[in-house]
Structures are given as C-alpha cells and as structure tokens.
C-alpha cells in the first residue's frame, strides 16, 4: 500500500506549513533527542518532541523515533527535523 505524506514532502521541498497555527519549516541535521519534529503517518501529522531514538540497525541507520507523549512511535523515515519559522 502507497502512503503519501504530504506534510514532509511539502517540508523537505523548503515549504512553510502551518500546523494548528504554528509555522514551521524543516530544520538542518538529523533528529536528537529533545528536538521537535513532524511525524506522519495514516491519521496525519503529528508535532512531537523526541524522547528517544531507538537504533534498530547501525549498518542500514534504521531507527524508531519515540516522543515524549503518548504518541505513536515513528519509523526515521516517516519524519523530519523542524523549527519554528520567522
């Protein structure tokens, strides 16, 4: 089955996307913990704060992204860096 995420393409593209108000634009390098980031998959984006990442495989750099919330853990891929845009 075929997801499109059209929150991160926009994002990785260099938009600015308004999410519940915020503006936010995708912000260099690869998530930490503590960043925010957008995370996407089949119920929308989310705004979330990386609590964890948790390296699956070092070789492949495949990794879940766990937030802070109570939210959905991410595969990597399904999300990207942001920051709030002048």
């Known amino acids: 089955m075929f997801r499109e995420y059209r929150t991160l393409r926009a994002l990785r593209r260099g938009e600015i ?14 998530i930490q ?9 089949n119920t929308g984006p989310k705004l979330l704060t990386a ?16 937030p802070t919330c109570n939210a959905y853990y991410y595969d990597g891929p399904e999300c990207v860096k942001v920051c709030e845009a002048d």
């Open 51 to 66: 609590k964890r990442i948790v390296m699956l495989d070092n070789e492949s750099g495949i990794n879940f992204i766990v």
């Open 33 to 41: 913990v503590g960043d925010l980031y957008i995370g996407e998959r």
């Open 17 to 30: 996307i308004d999410l519940g108000g915020i503006k936010l634009k995708m912000d260099d390098g690869q």
